[in-house]
């Protein structure tokens, strides 16, 4: 017998499940009208009257029947008014307390709403009437489960679902819309803790919006940033607390002029607040990273912009959108200083002005401001990771032969690379530089080797957010031969035209000819420069990060110490050089 198709067998087990449940209702009905007729016979037979009347009325009089109609309407009253009751909580009750927060397990009024017919193995759920169609889940799930349907994310493949939880993890809104079932519950990156205003709880009059904030997305981060400074401009008015005089003193101080801090230079200058923008590389670096012909998307869709900067498009070319915020910039004239790193930010106890310290990169020259108000507009972009660690510069990782951000890739098309990290980052990296028709290409002979002109170092893994599709491509190209893959293997030490390379399992090292090297292993998070500023994040996050930095630190110690025997007789003489034959 031909076996049903998945959405037929669903059908056909609702309808069965339907009919029981009627079949059950109706028997529960006649056993209750059964046992009210044999009621009525046995009063009929106690209550022995004279009266016809009565016994026509089952030996009752007028006012006994009165009495059972009424009973018997208030009753029905009664669990009309508390089912009524119950479906309105219902409604008005947030998912989430519904939601078991140990088993990751929806509540029988969700699970069949929107899960009635899932599997019993691990799979997300979304519930739609709490979706607002930003599209982070699909970016962020690495197995392509989910896809767009009418602006509401459908998942389309729940049995390619590994119980990664990441697309649960980056859902934006509150209550989560996407919830991972039978999954462990995720464990989302914590971040400092900000009120209504996006001012920091533990130290007050300083902001923090966009990425150091936990609110990533262009349009969301550039929302915040013009919000915050209508909150500064109306407070500092409130208050009559404008600075007029000294030339060091300002309104507000914004560090960091990514979109969000950009927003926030540009609604401070049309506000006629004095202000102070600082970038320690240049404006809008963070777009600059990405290849010119890469897709941005302005998510959520259904959220309006209220900045400054156009956002008009649901999406476009990153070479188009940057070319309109600097027009932008340009008429608006909005000034910012750049090339101009943030040392440190202080509060005197006794004043209400915070004191900012800079260093301009030319020169190494410091510079002192005064301001009301700070805002930290941080992008986890902004202080990329080194190659030798949390804080740590690898011997030889110089700017001129390691860079951190591939925004031309025709820059290198005649030079041998080697890409290190296994993020999308990375990964789109090294799918662009082989894309290239004119790219410097492998000789037959050493196609294999370790003399390919394109090299992708994945150390631990590809990251859980590289989606699938991204995989694919790469294993193409490696198939191909345009791509050499290191698995589990770091980078140990730079010399002059190569690079040693060394696997993690086996300790063996490898010696790379190498022009450049591209580091794109993701950012440190700022948090010993918000901890000197008096804004922590929860404690176990800072413990765990800590004890990494320390395990890291030995780790590396104990590589150096062990390896600098095998390293000198591979990389002869100082300084260490490499010319392949």
């Not at 789109?428 to 003399?451: F, V, W, Y």
């Amino acid at each position: 017998m031909e076996k049903p198709q998945p959405q037929l067998q669903s059908r056909l087990e609702s309808q069965s499940d339907l009919r029981s449940r009627l079949q059950s209702q109706w028997r529960c009905q006649l056993a209750l009208t059964m046992m009210f007729l044999m009621l009525l016979v046995i009063v009929n037979q106690v209550f022995d009257a004279t009266s016809s009347l009565a016994r026509f009325l089952g030996g009752l009089p007028l006012f006994g029947w009165a009495g059972v109609i009424g009973f018997l309407t208030v009753a029905a009253l009664s669990f009309a008014w508390s089912d009524a009751r119950r479906s309105r909580l219902l409604l008005e009750e947030p998912p989430e307390k519904f939601v078991d927060p140990n088993k990751q397990e929806l509540c029988k009024e969700l699970n069949d709403k929107y899960d009635a017919n899932g599997p019993a193995y691990p799979h997300p759920v979304i519930i739609e009437d709490r979706c607002i169609g930003c599209g982070a889940c699909v970016r962020a799930c690495p197995h392509d489960v989910f896809t767009m349907v009418d602006n509401i994310a459908k998942p389309i493949a729940r049995d390619q679902c590994m119980q990664d939880t990441s697309c649960q993890a980056v859902c934006p809104t509150t209550p989560v819309a996407c919830i991972v079932v039978h999954a462990p519950k995720p464990k989302p990156r914590p971040f400092p803790i900000c009120n209504d205003q996006f001012m920091s709880e533990q130290v007050s009059g300083c902001y923090l919006i966009g990425d150091v904030s936990g609110r990533s997305q262009i349009k969301n981060a550039a929302n915040e940033g013009a919000t915050v400074i209508k909150h500064i401009a109306n407070e500092l008015n409130s208050q009559e607390r404008r600075t007029k005089h000294s030339e060091n003193e300002y309104d507000a101080a914004i560090i960091g002029v990514g979109p969000a801090g950009l927003s926030a230079a540009i609604r401070a200058e049309r506000l006629k607040l004095k202000y102070v923008a600082i970038e320690q590389h240049k404006v809008l670096s963070t777009l600059e990273a990405y290849p010119q012909d890469k897709d941005i998307l302005f998510r959520p869709d259904d959220l309006k912009p209220c900045s400054d900067i156009p956002m008009d498009r649901p999406r476009d070319k990153c070479g188009n959108i940057l070319a309109m915020w600097r027009d932008e910039i340009k008429n608006s004239g909005v000034r910012i200083r750049e090339k101009e790193s943030c040392k440190a930010v202080t509060k005197a106890k006794d004043d209400a002005y915070f004191e900012i310290i800079t260093e301009k990169r030319e020169n190494n020259e410091s510079r002192s401001y005064r301001a009301l108000r700070v805002i930290l507009a941080l992008g986890l972009r902004g202080t990329p990771m080194k190659l030798g660690g949390p804080g740590k510069t690898l011997e030889g990782e110089t700017e001129d032969r390691v860079r951190y951000k591939l925004s031309k890739p025709g820059e290198f098309k005649d030079k041998r690379m080697l890409i290190v990290g296994g993020g999308n980052s990375a990964v789109e990296a090294a799918l662009a530089l082989a894309a290239q028709s004119d790219r410097l290409k492998p000789d037959n002979d050493i196609r294999d080797g370790d003399c390919h002109p394109l090299s992708l170092v994945v150390r631990n893994g590809f990251t859980n957010d590289l989606a699938f599709s991204t995989k694919q491509r790469l294993y193409e190209k490696v198939d191909k031969g345009e791509i050499k893959l290191y698995w589990d293997t770091g980078v140990k030490e730079i010399c002059e035209g190569a690079v040693v390379l060394t696997n993690q399992h086996t300790h063996k090292e490898t010696v790379v000819p190498n022009d450049y090297i591209l580091a794109l292993i993701g950012g440190d998070f700022p948090t010993k420069f918000l901890e000197k500023i008096g804004i922590t994040i929860p404690h176990a996050a800072r413990k765990k990060g800590r004890l990494r930095e320390s395990l890291s630190s030995i780790s590396s110690f104990l590589k150096r110490g062990l390896g600098r025997l095998s390293v000198s007789s591979r990389c002869p003489n100082s300084p260490r050089s490499f010319k392949p034959k």
